[in-house]
């Protein structure tokens, strides 16, 4: 007798909870209606977190200004090249970066290939990848990458054995040491006019970008 009272009596935990939920929501009773409506709130809540920190991760990621600005200088170097049909059509970030590594003004590096080779149409023969003149045409080099590192690197001074040459010059100075007047007499006029019509000096990425 007592074995079927216990066992009435745990039926009535297992039965109970079921027929309070198929009920109207109005009769669960406080307890139980707590627990049906926290996952809602903190569903909500995770909602708001995830909001938040989807807003602060695309403020974090927003453009940086610096990058933009080497980004809009590639850019004009390139259509430069393109527009001309220069082989060296793709390389203006590479020439950005290492102007920028060697403090030198953006458009020196584009504007020495087209006045001498025309863009790498017309680069040294004798020795590979060398659009630039570079020791009179009797240096070559692994790739154009490694050119433009080369004499970026020595027109800003930054090679010991030709930092007497460029160290501390103004771009009309760099060039005049790069060809002499007395070998071109208006190279530095003529390379200076050619990065005048690569664009202006200082570049300002457009709004949109």
Known sequence: MQNKKLIRFVESFVILPLV???GPISNIPQ???NMVTAPLIISSQKLNIDTKGAFLLAFNQAPDPKVLEME???SAIDSYFKERDMPLAGTGMKMVQEAENHDLDWRLLP???VRESTGGKNECIRVPNNAFGWGSCKIGFKTVGEAIETVARNLGGNNPN???HYDNKTTKQILRAYNPPSVVLRYA???MSIMDAIGEPDV???ANS
Do not use: D, N
Request: glycine content about 0%; overall charge positive.
């Open 204 to 206: 300002i990425p457009a």
């Open 162 to 164: 030709t930092a007497r």
């Open 111 to 113: 504007a020495i290939a």
């Open 189 to 191: 006029e003529q390379v």
């Open 31 to 33: 307890a139980t209606s």
């Open 20 to 22: 309070t939920l198929s």
């Open 72 to 74: 809009a200088k590639a």
